[in-house]
C-alpha cells in the first residue's frame, strides 16, 4: 500500500506563490510517476503536472512557465512550486502515485487565490 500526504495549501493574493509538497510513504520502488491535479469548485478533477522516476516532467498548459514539479527521491516527496498564482488556479490539489498500473490519490490540500 502507498499513503500521500499533502500540505502547504493556503489563502494567497493574486500574483504571489506557494509550495505544495507531496510525502509518499510504503511500498515505493521501481518506476512509477507523481502527478499533481486540481479540482475547483463544481468541476471536474484536472491533471496540472507529472514527473517520474527518469526524471521527466510535463505540464499543462494552463500551468507551464508558473508551476514546476520537482521531487526528492531519498525523501519519496514530489513538490509543486506555483508562482504567479491567479484566481482561476483555486481549487483542492491532490497528489497522485501511479505504479504498475494503480493509482494512488492523497486527500488534497486548498488553494485559494484572492484578493
Known amino acids: 500500500q502507498v499513503q500521500l500526504v499533502e500540505s502547504g495549501g493556503g489563502l494567497v493574493q493574486p500574483g504571489e506563490s506557494l509550495r505544495l509538497s507531496c510525502a509518499a510513504s510504503g511500498s515505493i520502488f521501481g518506476f512509477y510517476i507523481m502527478g499533481w491535479y486540481r479540482q475547483a469548485p463544481g468541476k471536474q478533477r484536472d491533471w496540472v503536472a507529472s514527473?517520474?522516476?527518469?526524471?521527466?516532467?510535463n505540464y499543462a498548459d494552463s500551468v507551464r512557465g508558473r508551476f514546476t514539479i520537482s521531487r526528492d527521491n531519498a525523501e519519496n516527496t514530489v513538490y509543486l512550486q506555483m508562482n504567479s498564482l491567479k484566481p482561476e488556479d483555486t481549487a483542492v490539489y491532490y497528489c497522485?502515485?501511479?505504479?504498475?498500473?494503480?493509482?494512488?490519490w492523497g486527500k488534497g490540500t486548498l488553494v485559494t487565490v484572492s484578493s
Open positions: 497522485k502515485l501511479s505504479r504498475m498500473g494503480v493509482d494512488y
Open positions: 514527473i517520474s522516476t527518469l526524471p521527466s516532467t
